[in-house]
């Protein structure tokens, strides 16, 4: 079982920047892939980005590309997601995620996530 607490959330003017953060409970966080995905209202969940076990790899979504990073330390038990340039679309709430196994077809993909924290709400104003 693994426990997943978002924060940095807020409100910012666009341009601007926000670093999200993922504290996960359990010894094992090492092995997770850690996703971000993000869900505007009446919209559906979709992925923003993901990190492999390791860190050695990353994935992110077109929409978010050059201007959202995501890292994570596992001594820390912590995954993060650096926002810059921000804009009023990427308002919506962000969520962390983890999966106890990578498949690369499915990483951008609820589905392959296990755990999911309880989101953090960014409001990007214009």
């Known amino acids: 079982q693994v426990q997943l607490v978002e924060s940095g959330g807020g409100l910012v003017q666009a341009g601007g920047s926000l670093r999200l953060s993922c504290a996960a409970s359990?010894?094992?966080?090492?092995?997770?892939?850690m996703g971000w995905f993000r869900q505007a209202p009446g919209k559906e969940r979709v992925f923003v980005a993901a990190?492999?076990?390791?860190?050695?790899?990353?994935y992110s979504a077109d929409s978010v590309k050059g201007r959202f990073s995501i890292s994570r330390d596992n001594a820390k038990n912590t995954v993060y997601l650096q926002m810059n340039s921000l804009k009023p679309e990427d308002t919506a709430v962000y969520y962390c995620?983890?999966?106890?196994?990578?498949?690369?077809?499915?990483?951008?993909?609820?589905?392959?996530?296990?755990?999911w924290g309880q989101g953090t709400q960014v409001t990007v104003s214009s």
């Open positions: 995620a983890a999966a106890g196994r990578f498949s690369r077809l499915l990483v951008s993909t609820v589905s392959l996530y296990d755990y």
């Open positions: 990190i492999s076990g390791s860190g050695g790899s990353t």
């Open positions: 359990g010894r094992t966080f090492g092995s997770y892939v």
